[in-house]
C-alpha cells in the first residue's frame, strides 16, 4: 500500500501543509524542530491512533490551533484508492473513510504503518507494555475477532479494577462475573498471542539474522500474564485479597510480556544500544513481512533519522531490503544519507513546517 497525498492541518509546527508522496523511497531532510518527524507522526496515528512519541495526544494539536486534522489518499496494492481522515475538534476524535464517519477501528484497519525511530530499542529494553502493543497491533491485522474479544477483556477489567477500588467492603459475588468473563477472553487473546509469535518466529530469525549474524540464533519467549498451571477465573479468585490490597487487577492478558533470547546474548543487559535498535528493527521488518503475507501488501515503513541510529552498512542493508520489497517509504533525516544517494526517489527540504520538493 501507498499513501499518494497528506494534507495535514494543525499537527505541532504544520499549520498546513499538503505532500504528494512518491511510491519508492521518500526522504524529508531539515534542520532539528523542522517538522519532518511530525509528518512520520501522522502517518503513524492513521495507523495505530496514537503517536510513537510518548507523551499526551493533545501535545499533538498545534499550540493555538483549533482542530487538527490528518488527511490521506491510500492506495492498495489491487489498486483500489480510500480516503483516510482523522481529525480532533475540541476534545474528540474523529475518523473518517471515504467521506464517512467510522469507528477508529475501522480506520486503522484500512491502514497499516510500521515505524522505527529514536525511540525503538524501547520495544527490547523498555517496559512490557511496548512489546504488548506491538505484538497486539500484529495479532490485530491478522486475525479478525482480535479486537472484539481484547474489547471485551479491556471492559471486564475496568469493572473489576473498579470493585477492588470500590469504597467499604467489596461484595464477594459481583466478582466472578467479570472474572469468568476475564478468562474467556483471556484464553482467546492467548491463543492468538501465540499463534502470531509461531507466525513471526521465522521472519524475526531471517531478520536477525540479516542484522544481528554476530548474536546466533535466537529464542522468542513468551509469558501469557498468568500461572500455566490453572485457570484465570480460579487464580483471579484466589488473587482477590492481593489484588485488593493493590487496588487492581495483577494478573491476565493485560500482564503479558514477550522477549527474544540471543544465543550469544542471553540477558538484554547484554546487547548494546546499538544492538537493541537492530534487534527492535527486526521485529519491525518482521512484522512488515507477516503483514505482507498474510494482506498481500507490504504496509507503509517509517524511519525516523534513519542515519543517526545506525551506522551505514546496516542503513544500506534496510534500504536494499525494502527496495527489494517495493515498500513506500518515508525517511526523516537533516541531510540526505549517504546510502540513499542513489535510491531516494522523492526528496523534501523541510524548513519551520513548510514543505519544498527537491527531487
Ligand atoms: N503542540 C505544538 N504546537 C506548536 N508547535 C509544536 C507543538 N509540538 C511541537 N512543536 C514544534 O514542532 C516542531 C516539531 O518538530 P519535529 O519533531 O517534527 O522536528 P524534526 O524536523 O523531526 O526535528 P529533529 O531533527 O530535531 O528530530 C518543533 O519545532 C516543536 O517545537
Not at 524542530?33 to 511530525?38: E, I, L, P, Q
Not at 477472553?185 to 530469525?205: C, E, F, G
Not at 527474544?260 to 543487559?269: G, Q, T
Not at 517495493?326 to 544517494?341: D, F, H, I, Y
Request: charged residues 25%; glycine residues 8%; neutral net charge.
Amino acid at each position: 500500500m501507498r499513501l499518494e497525498r497528506l494534507h495535514l492541518t494543525g499537527l505541532r509546527c504544520l499549520t498546513d501543509v499538503g505532500i504528494e508522496l512518491d511510491p519508492g523511497i521518500n526522504v524529508l531532510v531539515g534542520a532539528n524542530g523542522a517538522g519532518k518527524t511530525s509528518v512520520l507522526e501522522a502517518v503513524f496515528l492513521l495507523s495505530h491512533a496514537r503517536s510513537f512519541r510518548s507523551g499526551a495526544k493533545e501535545a499533538l494539536l498545534q499550540r493555538g490551533a483549533p482542530n487538527l486534522s490528518i488527511f490521506a489518499e491510500l492506495r492498495h496494492a489491487d489498486d483500489r484508492v480510500c480516503r483516510l481522515g482523522l481529525g480532533r475538534s475540541g476534545v474528540r476524535w474523529e475518523a473518517k473513510l471515504d467521506g464517512s464517519s467510522v469507528a477508529i477501528g475501522q480506520l486503522v484497519r484500512e491502514c497499516a504503518v510500521v515505524c522505527f525511530e529514536p525511540g525503538s530499542h524501547a520495544l527490547i529494553a523498555g517496559a512490557a507494555e511496548e512489546r504488548r502493543r506491538f505484538l497486539d497491533w500484529g495479532v490485530f491485522h491478522v486475525e479478525h475477532d482480535f479486537l472484539p474479544a481484547w474489547r471485551r477483556y479491556q471492559r471486564a477489567l475496568k469493572q473489576r479494577n473498579s470493585l477492588l477500588r470500590a469504597a467499604g467492603l467489596p461484595v464477594e459475588a459481583l466478582f466472578a462475573p467479570w472474572e469468568s468473563e476475564l478468562a474467556q477472553t483471556a484464553q482467546l487473546i492467548d491463543r492468538q498471542r501465540r499463534n502470531y509469535l509461531d507466525l513471526l518466529r521465522p521472519k524475526l530469525v531471517a531478520s536477525t539474522q540479516g542484522l544481528l549474524p554476530e548474536l546466533g540464533s535466537l529464542e522468542l519467549r513468551y509469558r501469557r500474564g498468568w500461572s500455566e498451571e490453572s485457570d484465570l477465573a480460579q487464580q483471579l479468585q484466589d488473587q482477590r485479597g492481593r489484588d485488593l490490597a493493590r487496588g487492581h487487577t495483577t494478573l491476565g492478558a493485560h500482564r503479558a510480556d514477550w522477549s527474544i533470547v540471543f544465543e550469544r546474548a542471553p540477558l538484554r543487559e547484554h546487547l548494546s544500544r546499538g544492538q537493541e535498535k537492530l534487534a527492535a528493527l527486526a521485529c519491525m521488518l518482521a512484522q512488515a513481512e507477516l503483514y505482507a503475507e498474510h494482506c498481500g501488501e507490504w504496509p507503509i515503513v517509517c524511519l525516523d533519522d534513519l542515519a543517526s541510529e545506525l551506522d551505514l552498512s546496516h542503513q544500506a542493508a534496510v534500504v536494499e531490503q525494502l527496495v527489494h520489497a517495493k515498500a513506500q517509504v518515508l525517511l526523516t533525516g537533516t541531510e540526505l544519507p549517504q546510502s540513499l544517494q542513489s535510491t531516494a526517489t522523492r526528496v523534501f527540504h523541510v524548513e519551520q513546517g513548510l514543505f519544498a520538493r527537491l527531487l
